[in-house]
Structure formats: structure tokens, C-alpha cells
């Protein structure tokens, strides 16, 4: 798993859970050294991104830039502010809402890698 935060707190307790769920993560705090990361190869099976983010690159712009480059790795939303979920909403995209429930989580991730398996036995 990939988790894009750029708060270092909520970025630890996302990972935490991730890992208390049996995922090996990696974090990037800016959509760009997600990207990065993903250029150079590393072995990600669904990013985890929240939608706010600075440094020119929002969730949802990473989302779409990752479905662009990378269009078997699905790509999980999260973001607590309602202009967030309206945007996220707008473009389709996989959503969770903050906070949220480990079960829920656990629920969207089973759903989004369940889907990409599906779609990659159709090739």
C-alpha cells in the first residue's frame, strides 16, 4: 500500500491501521513523490491518498494522474471536508469518508483489489 498524507500524524495512524490489517506500506507525503515512487517501480498494490494536499497536487489530480499511468493500480480517496467529497464525488472516483472505520476500510480495499483482479483475469 501506498499512503499519500501530507500530515505526519494522520499518515502514521492510516499506515498503523494498514499494517494492523496485514499490508506493508510505504508513505509519500506530495502527489509528485507518489508519482516518483511509482516511476521508479515500487511495488504498490493500492494507493491510499487523502484529497487535501499542498504543494500543487491534489488526490484527485494524483487519482486521475495514477489511473493515466498506471491503470491497474486502484487508487482509494479520503478526506473529511465536504468541498473534498463534492470533488471526488464529481470525478467518480473511490471515496472514503474521515473518519472512518477500520471495517469500512477494510471493506473499500477488499472491494478495490477484488475489482482489479477481476479486471486483469478479463485481459
Known amino acids: 500500500m501506498l499512503v499519500v498524507e501530507d500530515d505526519q500524524e494522520v499518515a502514521s495512524v492510516a499506515s498503523d491501521l494498514l ?4 499490508y506493508s506500506v510505504r508513505r509519500a507525503y506530495r502527489a509528485q513523490a507518489a508519482l516518483d515512487m511509482l516511476r521508479k517501480g515500487a511495488p ?10 499542498p504543494g500543487g497536487m491534489d488526490g484527485v489530480e ?14 482509494l480517496l479520503t478526506s473529511g471536508y465536504n468541498d ?3 470533488k471526488v464525488n464529481t ?4 471515496f472514503i469518508v474521515k473518519p472512518y472505520r477500520t471495517e469500512e476500510l477494510t471493506r473499500k480495499i477488499r472491494d478495490l ?3 482489479g483482479v ?6
Open 84 to 86: 473534498a467529497i463534492e
Open 19 to 22: 499494517e494492523e490489517l496485514g
Open 62 to 75: 494524483l487519482a486521475q494522474e495514477i489511473h493515466r499511468n498506471f491503470p491497474s493500480l486502484p487508487v
Open 44 to 53: 504498490i498494490d493500492l494507493a491510499f491518498s487523502d484529497v487535501i494536499m
Open 91 to 94: 470525478a467518480g472516483l473511490a
Open 118 to 123: 477481476s479486471e486483469a483475469e478479463h485481459l
Open 113 to 115: 483489489l477484488t475489482a
